[in-house]
């Protein structure tokens, strides 16, 4: 970080609101797409982002090092949005062995398009999927951290990548029409 990012840092210890600012000012973009990653909307994510920052300014205490700020706040984003998918009461319900076995492009984020898809497929779909591909969490991570078997991981996680894949076909065929 600059110096000038140190005294942000070192602001926001203090409660300093313009040094808040400026730290939302700059991983704001990051944090949203964490969580419309998880949302089902825009306006749904702009609220977790919301309580996704006021969760960073309680403990920003905790951030040892100002080369760990942003995997910090990526890190507590991701957890505020599996908080609200928890409060939504939407149990990861075991869904059974068999697992297709599909590939998905390495940068699934690349484009708007591509949340919109993800945006209309399960939450507990999505859920797996942003664990799985984008945190990069193994079966068993994502298994303890969604309280389900690793199994149903890996079903969930093949149901959501062919489900984004029919998505992202469907809307290539009606851009294809234009």
């Known amino acids: 970080m600059s110096a000038n990012n140190l005294d942000i840092l070192s602001g926001c210890r203090n409660n300093n609101r313009q040094a808040q600012k400026?730290?939302?000012?700059?991983?704001?973009?990051?944090?949203?797409?964490v969580c419309m990653r998880y949302a089902r909307s825009r306006a749904e994510a702009e609220d977790w982002l919301q309580d996704g920052f006021v969760r960073v300014f309680e403990k920003i205490g905790q951030v040892r090092s100002e080369a760990q700020l942003g995997a910090w706040i990526y890190s507590?984003?991701?957890?505020?949005?599996?908080?609200?998918?928890?409060?939504?009461?939407?149990p990861i319900q075991e869904v059974g062995d068999e697992v297709d076995v599909?590939?998905?492009?390495?940068?699934?984020?690349?484009?708007?398009?591509?949340?919109t898809a993800l945006?209309?497929?399960?939450?507990?779909?999505?859920?797996?999927?942003?664990?799985?591909?984008?945190?990069?969490?193994?079966?068993?991570?994502?298994?303890?951290?969604?309280?389900?078997?690793?199994?149903?991981?890996?079903?969930?996680?093949?149901r959501a990548k062919s489900r984004l894949r029919e998505l992202l076909r469907n809307q290539e065929s009606r851009i294809d029409a234009i």
């Open 76 to 90: 507590v984003m991701t957890h505020v949005c599996l908080k609200h998918c928890r409060k939504r009461r939407l």
């Open 22 to 33: 400026a730290l939302y000012d700059s991983f704001a973009p990051m944090a949203m797409g």
């Open 102 to 115: 599909v590939e998905f492009p390495t940068d699934p984020f690349a484009n708007e398009e591509v949340v």
């Open 119 to 158: 945006q209309q497929i399960a939450p507990q779909q999505r859920a797996v999927f942003n664990l799985m591909a984008v945190e990069e969490y193994n079966y068993a991570e994502a298994a303890k951290e969604l309280q389900c078997s690793e199994s149903n991981v890996r079903a969930l996680y093949s």
